[in-house]
């Protein structure tokens, strides 16, 4: 307690943050308000990074870059639909040869490991550059902090990362899954090295860590996918812990069963949905064990990188990207890891709070899913309804389900899901919001962008800070970010410094 408290004050005192007084439920943020942006390599390089770095500065008063040191992830877009206001117009992925690996790493400390990273290789598009060492300079001079973006890559990408395919997850029937497996030794190792290496050889300010990904009893209740994983290593790690993996394996599999004759539009169990689940969990408690487990494992791989990048660089501020869905909709992500959890080993944790953007998703990938799985005993007005309640919005100033597909969600719930995690990690983590807006979303016909207005884009800025962020990081992509946008989170946060 002692150390929280001191860790407390230090991080307070670093970024000029009061701890308000009152019912404790917030700190008010007086000054220095970092302001990032999530940027790609090629986005920099191709607008060039004086002119683009000036461009940041004058119009969005960024002070922080947060820029991909790989790219594995990336889909082939059009995923993406692209701004067109830029000094530089963003330039389209489709077709180019792009690295995946923008950082040099020696690859003598990978030697012997499982994994490794992609060789660079001369044919392709900017294959000379070596972002962070080009960066650092410029950053430098114009008091901007360089972060590295670290995010993991899921197994459909596997074929860019050498050898990751033999450290994937195994789903329920033995087959290989869709990520990397967060207990198996290699892949940690290689986590490990690689955060090690790139904060050895590059003068980062800063380093954000994150995976995407939730857990088998939110694929399988509110998606139907199969759960994973069921490896030897969750098996022997989930043993150790005193957990049958057969029985906790033959609970996954009846409750997919269940949930794909739901979603294939069979008959709902007699006794209703809610009771056909509760009866599984109740008759197979292993499940909901082994899925307790998949998320220490996650925990314990973000703090190895917090021990990893702070051992190297102890003024390093190093954090914790919280995706769109564990911050915002999975409630057994939510009740499995708190933010006050993150706290224990994070300089920062990084909420995702696109307002916009979470109406479609809230339509397409939360209710119309769940709905026909999980919430199969209700309408979609009374699961969105349900929606609201359990995570704490106000139903009458938020859409209704008609309206999601076109009205996001208002910056009050900026306002709310930045309280409640400065309140969870109670001042031993600064709060960085991620505000969102010009993201695109998925129509039949492919992408399109949805229509984020300046005003309420500022208000969302201002919002986050009122409830007590550190700072806010403008979202998703850079290239997808329009001028006007740009300006009023840049009007947002100066006002904010002030
Ligand atoms: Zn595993």
Redesign the pocket.
Known sequence: MRHLNRRRFLCNAALGVSAMAGSGAFCAVTKPVLAGVQISPHSLLDEGVERCLDFLQEHAAINALFCYSQTYHMGTRPLNVLASDHPTPPRKLDGRNLPHQWVRLPGAEFKGLAVGHERADPGREYAARDIFAELAEPCRRRGIRLYARILEAGMRRAARIPGYSRVG??DLDGEP?QGP????PEYREWVRITVRQTMMRYPLDGLQYGAERVGPLSDVLFRGEKP????????D?NGKAGIDADRAQEGYRQLHRLMRGLAEGGAKPADGVFAAVLRVLMKYPEVLAWYEQWFR?DSEIQAMVYREAKALRPEADVGQHVDHQRSSWDIFYRASVSYADMAAHNDFVKPILYHDILGPRLREWVIDRMQRRVLGDLSKELSLDLFYAVFGHDRATQPSYAVLPKRGLSPEYVFRETRRCVAGVAGGARVYAGIGFDVPQYVPSGMEPFPSDPATTALATRRALEAGAAGVVASREYDEMSLPNLKAFGRAVSAGQR
């Open positions: 997850t195994v899954g497996c967060w207990n198996h994973e994983c069921f490896c030897e290593h969750c098996r790690r494992a």
